[in-house]
């Protein structure tokens, strides 16, 4: 079965304090691994695509990596206005249904 | 370019009515997927439109339905409505090539459902 799990549930990073979040996936035949980060009241934004192992996206403080199990999202020297929750979803084979990991909050304090 | 757009924002309802939520994709996206957002269970698929057909359905009882017009706006609607269908219900529109989704999918600010 098509899965997506997401660790930690949340985290709380002092500013500039480097971490990673986790998002495992078992899917047969990855057709991208997607990450998004969502602000309270609002809809999830877009951040990385990711297709083959191996594969690495930047954006500003965010690296997004990809393995064959498993894509790490990086986060460099955050700053406050990071804090969000991140979700990482997969479609799942065959479908454009996507399944969405259940997310991390993370919190970052000045 | 304006970006999915989704009415009533927040809404309050009782048990047994129904209701029907409204989407507006970003123009030239053809597909149309929507979701239910709980605290306990995250994002849940509900259905995916694309050309006025739905492709994908998720794991939701028959009261959950879309549909999808000609001008790729879309609608879905919940009937008797229970409890546990408070939620956030988000819509998202991805573009398209040769009737395949390209990938990211781009959300609204969603719809805040309330059943008291």
């Known amino acids: 079965e098509d899965q997506v799990t997401q660790s930690p549930e949340a985290l709380r990073l002092q500013e500039g304090e480097s971490s990673s979040l986790n998002c495992s996936y078992t899917?047969?035949?990855?057709?991208?691994l997607f990450w998004y980060r969502q602000d309270p009241g609002k809809g999830p934004e877009f951040l990385f695509t990711?297709?083959?192992a191996g594969e690495e996206k930047e954006k500003e403080r965010l690296k997004a990596t990809l393995t064959k199990k498993e894509s790490f999202l990086h986060i460099t020297a955050p700053k406050p206005e990071d804090s969000a929750t991140y979700l990482c979803?997969?479609?799942?084979?065959?479908?454009?249904?996507?399944?969405f990991g259940t997310g991390t909050r993370l919190k970052v304090l000045a | 370019k304006a970006g999915v757009t989704q009415t009533p924002r927040y809404l309050i309802k009782t048990r047994g009515q129904q209701v029907t939520l409204s989407c507006s994709p970003i123009?030239?996206?053809?597909?149309v997927s929507w979701y239910q957002q709980t605290p306990g269970q995250g994002l849940q698929f509900l259905f995916e439109?694309?050309?006025?057909?739905?492709?994908n359905k998720g794991n939701f009882p028959g009261r959950f339905s879309g549909r999808q017009f000609s001008n790729s706006r879309s609608e879905m609607n919940v009937s008797t409505l229970e409890l546990g269908d408070s939620a956030l219900y988000l819509c998202?529109?991805?573009?398209?090539?040769?009737?395949?989704?390209?990938?990211?999918?781009?959300f609204g600010e969603g719809s805040r459902l309330t059943v008291l």
């Open positions: 998202a529109s991805s573009l398209t090539v040769g009737g395949k989704n390209t990938g990211e999918l781009f």
């Open positions: 979803a997969v479609p799942t084979s065959g479908t454009y249904k996507y399944i």
């Open positions: 899917v047969s035949g990855l057709r991208g």
């Open positions: 990711l297709y083959s």
């Open positions: 439109y694309f050309s006025e057909t739905q492709r």
């Open positions: 123009s030239g996206h053809r597909s």
